[in-house]
C-alpha cells in the first residue's frame, strides 16, 4: 500500500506537453470560439432576465410600463413581480453602465498626440467626472 504522501506528489507533477500539443490545442479552442455558445438546460428567473434583456430595453424604450414587460412574461409562462423585474434591469443597467464607463476610461487614457504635444509642449487635459 502506497502512502497519501506519494499519491499527493504524483498528482503534484507538472505536465510538460509539446508545441505540437499546444497548437492542437489552440486550433480546437478556436473552433469552439466560432460555433454559437451553448444553451443552459434550464433558467432561472434571473437568467432569463438576463438573455431577453435587450429586448426589454427596447420594449421599455418604446413606452412599455413594468407591469405590461411583467403581463408579457406571464403570457409566457414565466412568473415574476415588476419589484423583481426591476431590481434585475436595474442591476443589468448598472453592470452595462459599467462596462461603457470602463470603455470611456481606457480610452481616455490613451496617449493623444495633439498639436501642442508635437511642437514640443505638453499640454494638460482637466480631469472630467463621469
Known amino acids: 500500500m502506497q502512502c497519501q504522501c506519494m499519491e499527493n506528489e504524483a498528482r503534484r507533477r507538472v505536465q510538460v506537453l509539446s508545441s505540437h500539443n499546444v497548437e492542437e490545442l489552440r486550433a480546437f479552442l478556436k473552433e469552439k470560439a466560432n460555433e454559437p455558445a451553448p444553451q443552459p438546460a434550464s433558467y432561472t428567473i434571473g437568467g432569463i432576465v438576463r438573455a431577453v434583456f435587450p429586448e426589454l430595453c427596447k420594449l421599455r424604450k418604446r413606452g412599455y410600463s413594468l407591469n405590461m414587460l411583467v403581463r408579457l412574461f406571464e403570457e409566457n409562462g414565466v412568473k415574476i413581480t415588476a419589484t423583481a423585474l426591476s431590481g434585475y434591469m436595474k442591476k443589468l443597467n448598472g453592470e452595462a453602465e459599467k462596462v461603457s464607463a470602463n470603455e470611456i476610461r481606457k480610452a481616455r487614457t490613451q496617449p493623444s498626440t495633439s498639436s501642442?504635444?508635437?511642437?514640443?509642449?505638453?499640454?494638460?487635459?482637466?480631469?472630467?467626472?463621469?
Open 116 to 130: 501642442s504635444q508635437t511642437h514640443g509642449h505638453s499640454a494638460m487635459k482637466p480631469d472630467v467626472p463621469l
